[in-house]
């Protein structure tokens, strides 16, 4: 009987509604007749809107995080180790618009299925892909931090190679901590076969593993270094301002440069506030899936949730256009660039198009 109110519960949840609407167990005789599981051939109709939804996000996440590898790519001045990890951030962005995110629109249909390793493969990767995206923000927090705390040592510590070594490590572990279902957390498959979130990913997993170790504290530790950076740099500020009075350019090279070390962390600061608001609210989602499985949750407020959290990839590059110069003068460089040589190819077919005019012309007055 407690298996079978179970059941009734999870088929009946807000957050299988497609399901819940093509498959209803009879309101007489409902504990005798439940199936164990919805029918093996049970067709669930796309949520059209939210799929159009998920599409969008997944060319600007695409296009917009290209931009962003293309820009470091061509302009020296951004060879630093800050955009390095800003690269690897993009990198995974759009992996979320390439992979993860058509694999979140074939699992919301249920697909595939009655392959349930592939299909902890297709949920796991947003998780892997989100995890690269955390430890590279917490990357650009610690360089920040040296830069600011250790200046001395941050030629040493800080370099391209070392850079390099920090990405692949938090790629390689976030892969790991993606991976964990496959290793066998898991839920017993439901017989349909059906490949939803809810069905087969374990709460446990989500809430306690990567969301409570995983995200919150990284994201706590990032908190504390920020606010660490303000308060010394604006105390910094102060300090030159009050000894600025007839020392000279030395003083006012130092306070310039700690008010552009004041952007730059604003800026990067900005990047994890909205990677946090974009994604707090599916994890407190999952939160009340785990604590309280009888509290309705509309299905409206999952998916938007979950479109939020996807529509953080796509926001970064318009971020970074807008609070840095380098990124912004980049940007036009390359879509002037790519203007010019559309005005060219143009000027160029019309030019043999007046040649060919000729050559007719000539050959009929010959």
């Not at 898991?186 to 076969?193: A, V």
């Not at 994890?272 to 009340?288: A, D, E, K, Q, S």
């Not at 110069?325 to 043999?352: H, P, Q, V, W």
Request: aromatic share 10%.
């Amino acid at each position: 009987m407690e298996n079978t109110t179970a059941l009734l519960t999870l088929y009946t949840s807000p957050f299988l509604q497609p399901l819940q609407d093509s498959w209803t167990p009879s309101s007489s005789n409902t504990t005798s007749s439940l199936p164990s599981s919805p029918p093996a051939d049970l067709a669930i109709s796309p949520n059209v809107a939210y799929m159009a939804a998920e599409l969008v996000i997944a060319f600007l996440s695409t296009v917009g995080n290209v931009l962003v590898c293309a820009a470091v790519g061509l302009n020296r001045k951004l060879h630093t180790v800050t955009n390095y990890f800003l690269v690897s951030l993009a990198v995974a962005d759009i992996c979320v618009g390439v992979i993860a995110i058509p694999c979140a629109i074939l699992t919301d249909i249920g697909l595939p299925r009655h392959n349930l390793y592939l299909c902890l493969l297709m949920l796991s990767v947003l998780i892997m892909f989100t995890q690269s995206s955390i430890f590279s923000l917490l990357a650009v927090a610690v360089e920040r931090y040296v830069a600011i705390f250790m200046p001395f040592r941050y030629q040493v510590l800080m370099t391209p190679r070392n850079a390099v070594l920090v990405i692949l490590t938090t790629w390689l572990l976030a892969f790991i901590i993606g991976l964990v279902p496959l290793m066998g957390w898991y839920k017993t498959p439901p017989e349909s076969g059906n490949c939803f979130f809810v069905l087969v990913v374990d709460m446990t997993y989500m809430v306690y593993f990567n969301f409570f170790a995983c995200v919150l504290t990284p994201l706590v530790i990032m908190f504390l270094i920020y606010a660490h950076i303000f308060v010394m740099v604006k105390r910094q500020v102060r300090r030159i301002a009050s000894e600025q009075s007839g020392r000279g350019e030395r003083q006012t090279r130092a306070a310039v440069s700690m008010r552009r070390e004041m952007k730059t962390a604003t800026s990067l600061f900005l990047v994890l506030f909205l990677f946090t608001i974009c994604w707090i609210p599916l994890h407190i989602i999952n939160c009340f899936l785990l604590l309280c499985p009888h509290c309705p949750v509309p299905l409206e407020l999952l998916l938007t949730a979950i479109i939020l959290s996807h529509a953080n990839s796509a926001v970064n590059p318009f971020l970074y256009a807008y609070t840095m110069t380098a990124f912004r003068d980049t940007f036009k460089a390359i879509f002037m660039c790519c203007g010019t040589l559309r005005d060219r190819e143009a000027s160029n077919a019309a030019s043999g198009d007046d040649r060919d005019g000729a050559a007719v012309r000539n050959a009929h007055l010959s």
